[in-house]
């Protein structure tokens, strides 16, 4: 591990925020662009196949800060292995895991037996939960865990409010049912990511109400989470038109720092290449943008062909200007 001596003495929690807040590259291997704001990748065979991420950085001679993957309770990487995480730290990086109480295969109704009481409160997956606390408090270096995100206005989750009768006041307890497992192995390298998902056209004062009840509080949260994608006029989550990635992500970035003062990371961020030009979109996000968002210190690309072609190479021009911004990281 390059940036971060596992014995370390000084607190996770403070090197962390150094790591992802400082403007230029330091001796630890963090690369922030242009901005100061850490850039990561999520790409579907990791952490199991790291050469696109080997392209990118070989390309550029630049890190990325942050390797995202996911890790399902029933489902993909569902047993907590240390080699996944030492195998990012190898190369200079930060784990961010997305923590997903379900098996990762979507249905209709989504299957009430991963509701949040099913799942997490009736003590069902206590033995899974501590497994987790347990390896990653035995690991000791930084990961971020993104647990059960997107817990609203989300039709497919099985965690999400609304969804098998779950309720706000439900989510923040197994939130908290779910810290306090951590808290008992001593998993104080963890940083916990709460991430709500965006609602398109919602007023303010729906985005503050709804991300308010939802919040588990300062004293259980260390990261703010928000995915920021440009669906284009093809794909409607609420917003059926091209946007910006300043215009995409103001009213939730708003609301969700009027919840909390704790810093924000986006974990996953993409564009449509349908209704405007996805490089010129990359470029401007990395560049002018960010900087308007001063309480982001990551973004996250979801680098994967899905819903729309989010990912980079659905163009050279599109993969040349996410190149280009991360070789003028630092």
Do not use: C
Not at 103 to 108: A, D
Not at 171 to 179: C, F, L, N, Q
């Amino acid at each position: 591990m390059r940036f971060l001596n596992r014995n370390s003495t000084v607190p996770v929690a403070v090197l962390l925020l150094t790591m992802l807040a400082v403007p230029t590259s330091d001796a630890r291997g963090m690369t922030p662009s242009q901005s100061g704001v850490a850039l990561g990748i999520y790409e579907p065979s990791l952490p199991q196949d790291f050469s696109k991420l080997d392209s990118y950085e070989q390309r550029t001679g630049r890190q990325l800060s942050i390797v995202h993957w996911y890790a399902q309770w029933g489902g993909w990487k569902s047993a907590f292995d240390v080699s996944d995480l030492e195998a990012v730290a190898a190369r200079g990086s930060i784990p961010l895991i997305t923590w997903e109480p379900w098996t990762g295969v979507p249905q209709s109704p989504p299957d009430p037996n991963w509701s949040l009481r099913a799942s997490v409160l009736s003590g069902r997956s206590d033995a899974y939960i501590e497994s987790w606390a347990r390896g990653l408090a035995a690991y000791g270096g930084p990961v971020l865990l993104r647990f059960a995100h997107e817990m609203n206005n989300q039709p497919v989750y099985p965690w999400a409010v609304g969804n098998n009768d779950n309720t706000a006041s439900d989510y923040v307890a197994a939130w908290d049912y779910v810290r306090a497992t951590f808290a008992r192995f001593h998993a104080d390298n963890v940083q916990w990511v709460w991430n709500p998902n965006t609602m398109g056209d919602a007023t303010p004062a729906s985005y503050v109400a709804t991300y308010q009840s939802l919040y588990p509080g300062d004293d259980a949260v260390d990261w703010l989470g928000l995915d920021i994608f440009n669906t284009g006029p093809n794909l409607d989550w609420g917003r059926p038109r091209w946007q910006t990635f300043g215009q995409a992500l103001a009213a939730p970035y708003a609301a969700v720092t009027s919840v909390s003062d704790k810093p924000l990371i986006l974990p996953e961020v993409g564009s449509t290449e349908t209704g405007g030009s996805k490089a010129a979109w990359i470029s401007q996000a990395l560049g002018s943008e960010l900087p308007q968002f001063p309480r982001v210190r990551a973004l996250v690309w979801f680098d994967v062909n899905k819903e729309q072609p989010w990912n980079l190479d659905s163009s050279g021009p599109a993969l040349q200007a996410w190149l280009n911004g991360l070789s003028q990281s630092g």
